[in-house]
């Protein structure tokens, strides 16, 4: 079959929403299939028919001031027509059997290009995006249970204060857009959700008789591959690890508290940035904890650090819908205590490949356990690579898109 990806971003600097299509794609060409990824560029000259590790990628260059709410129109509404016509054009000249929207940006326009050449398309939900403006179901530092005009007011000058401004008079234009983009989703072909949780977010906006859980997926045979070299960082002996945007929905806030009433007696690498950094380092400095602050670094050094430490800690506050650190963790076979949250519980069973924690004195008292017992860690660490290979490889995942497809093609 011949497959398009339409992806929001794309590998090598990006998200997980980025890195999941790559591994789909992977999986797919593995498969004996044909893959193009398209892909929305800013800041730079688009490039046709370019490479990523053995994935087509055609690149479709567009414009979005860098100022918040305002980029959100010029990646929404005045996005999806150009891009449209984009992946329709290439749909004309390359004649795929499907294409697949991968995130809430190319959705719409995956729908209409789709549509247009009489094709089946697939959408993927890998967030909240359908339910909720930030995509994150997340009203301070808890869950939110459903969005208002009010509540959405409220969430603009909670996330960017004065500099939210503009979001206020553009929150009618916003919400339009938002509606419109769900519109899209409920009349694709197939929705995949990321999780059962992310599933259950989608009830009452797609049909249930169109709606599939397939998870998102992680190269387990490769990971081996990169971690068998050392990691660039310098660090001797044991130490803990966390990898994520340093912001308060990936627990980065409390992570210091938590060192502070742990005090594990070793070092804790974080690795990546966002804006809670320097008030993160600055709590570290009057703590007395050793923690090491080793910013963004690309995603091969990720995995051989994280191969290499006693714990990958996750204190995730906000309901990760399918976290691919988490899945990363599973294929590098280390031992990962995490807040249950969202679709956690579909990746970690508690006591087998991992440890789970409903709340953050829990969370502390997993964490010591699992240091003071490696046996425990030794069981969880061997179950993780099953899993890993079971459940989420590149393989696992593929052959389960691949059936997908073909019913869609033959209907």
């Known amino acids: 079959m011949r497959v398009l990806l339409a992806s929001d971003v794309f590998p ?16 797919l060409l593995q498969r004996g299939h044909q893959v193009k990824v398209a892909v929305p560029r800013t800041g730079g000259q688009a490039r046709s028919g370019s490479h990523y590790l053995g994935v087509e990628v055609e690149e479709f260059e567009y414009r979005a001031p860098d100022i918040p709410f305002l980029r959100a129109v010029f990646k929404g509404p005045a996005f999806y027509p150009a891009f449209s016509a984009f992946l329709g054009g290439l749909a004309g000249r390359w004649k795929p059997d499907v294409i697949h929207g991968q995130h809430s ?3 719409p326009p995956a729908v209409l290009a789709a549509r247009r050449r009489g094709l089946p398309v697939v959408s993927t939900v890998r967030d909240f995006w359908p339910v909720c403006l930030f995509g994150t179901m997340t009203k301070g530092e808890g869950v939110c249970t459903g969005c208002s005009a009010p509540g959405a007011l409220g969430c603009v000058w909670d996330r960017h204060g004065a500099k939210g401004l503009p979001g206020t008079f553009l929150l009618p234009v916003l919400n339009a857009g938002l509606r419109y983009k769900v519109r899209c989703l409920a009349s694709s072909s197939k929705v995949t959700a990321v999780s059962d949780y992310v599933a259950g977010a989608l009830s009452g906006i797609v049909p249930r008789e169109r709606l599939v859980v397939v998870p998102n997926s992680v190269d387990a045979e490769q990971v081996q591959r990169i971690i068998a070299s050392p ?3 310098g660090i001797q002996g044991r130490y803990l690890l966390f990898a994520g945007k340093l912001e308060s929905n990936k627990g980065a806030g409390q992570l210091l508290p938590l060192l502070e009433r742990l005090r594990p007696g070793m070092p804790t690498i974080v690795l990546g940035d966002g804006s809670l950094e320097e008030e993160m380092k600055r709590s570290a400095a009057r703590s007395g904890l050793d923690v090491r602050f080793a910013g963004w670094v690309e995603n091969d050094e990720v995995l051989r650090l994280m191969a290499r430490s006693e714990l990958l800690l996750f204190p995730s506050a906000w309901p ?16 990962v205590v995490a807040i249950n949250t969202g679709g956690t519980g579909d990746i970690i069973e508690n006591g087998m490949n991992g440890l789970l924690a409903n709340d953050s004195g829990e969370f502390v008292s997993q964490v010591a356990l699992a240091l003071a017992d490696s046996a425990l860690r030794e069981r969880m660490a061997t179950r993780a690579r099953e899993v890993a290979s079971e459940r989420f490889s590149t393989r696992a995942v593929a052959a389960q898109m691949e059936m997908l497809y073909q019913e869609l093609a033959a209907a």
């Open 12 to 27: 090598p600097r990006c998200g997980g929403s980025g890195w999941s299509t790559y591994y789909l794609a992977k999986g």
């Open 105 to 107: 940006m190319t959705v």
């Open 231 to 233: 990691p660039h960082y």
């Open 320 to 335: 990760e819908p399918l976290s691919r650190v988490l899945l990363e963790a599973m294929a590098v076979g280390v031992p």
